[in-house]
């Protein structure tokens, strides 16, 4: 069954840097969109960026400028390149990508486990 797997959170100060990355876990025919979310305490899950299977990126506002997105198509992988973190960036962040695994061979949505990312004032 295929999973994604998110690494790359952490603790850092303001104005730092981090970069998560997510990858499914299991074999995949192919992937659509690719994109992260985050969830920061007491709030709603806000949309933070995509990028397409063609390499076209979008942001939220509240990120761009600082959030880089990019995906590796050979590997799978999709990053988020954070920069100028600010404290208002904490939060729990998720991998979101639609894709058809090799079995069952339908498309969905997929989502990975969450990784803390926490900036320090």
């Known amino acids: 069954q295929v999973q994604l797997v998110e690494s790359g959170g952490g603790l850092v100060q303001a104005g730092g840097s981090l970069r998560l990355s997510c990858a499914p876990s299991g074999s995949v025919f192919s992937i659509n969109d690719m994109g992260w979310y985050r969830q920061a305490p007491g709030k709603q899950r806000e949309w933070v960026a995509v990028i397409t299977s063609g390499g076209s990126t979008n942001y939220a506002d509240s990120v761009k400028g600082r959030f880089t997105i990019s995906r590796d198509n050979a590997k799978n992988t999709v990053y988020l390149q954070m920069s100028s973190l600010k404290p208002e960036d904490t939060a729990v962040y998720y991998c979101?990508?639609?894709?058809?695994?090799?079995?069952?061979?339908?498309?969905?949505?997929?989502w990975g486990q969450g990784t803390q990312v926490t900036v320090s004032s």
């Open positions: 979101n990508a639609r894709l058809t695994p090799t079995w069952p061979g339908y498309t969905s949505d997929y």
